[in-house]
């Protein structure tokens, strides 16, 4: 393993424990609700995520799922992207390099996001 790949996985770890910490205590009350939806009642792309993300970190993986599916999908691929990465690291025949990040990933993760978007608002 390489000193950048360490620092990295370090930096990830890091995140996670702070994450915890902050999605164990009251920090949901102090959060700002949406513009968008105390402005117009539209639920905006990101509504939603927030809830979802501390429901992820609580453990609460149905909850999360229900508040965001695309965050919860979004943060499962990301999840399993680094562990493959990290398995990837010491291994001279790469396994699942066609996951990673691809441009046109992101097309179509925003493409999922406007339907999305546009699909929960009607319902």
């Not at 915890?20 to 920090?27: E, L, P, Q, T, V």
Request: charged share 10%; with cysteine; net charge positive.
């Amino acid at each position: 393993m390489n000193k950048k790949s360490l620092i990295i996985i370090s930096i990830e770890i890091l995140i996670l424990i702070i994450g915890i910490i902050f999605a164990n205590s009251n920090i949901i009350k102090y959060l700002p609700e949406c513009w968008i939806y105390q402005g117009t009642g539209i639920l905006c792309p990101g509504c939603g995520g927030t809830r979802c993300v501390i429901n992820l970190l609580q453990g609460n993986f149905k909850e999360a799922f229900f508040l965001h599916m695309i965050f919860f999908l979004t943060i499962i691929y990301l999840l399993i992207c680094n562990v493959i990465y990290i398995i990837n690291l010491n291994r001279k025949e790469k396994i699942a390099e066609w996951i990673y990040p691809k441009y046109w990933y992101a097309i179509i993760f925003v493409i999922l996001l406007i339907l999305y978007t546009i699909l929960r608002n009607l319902l």
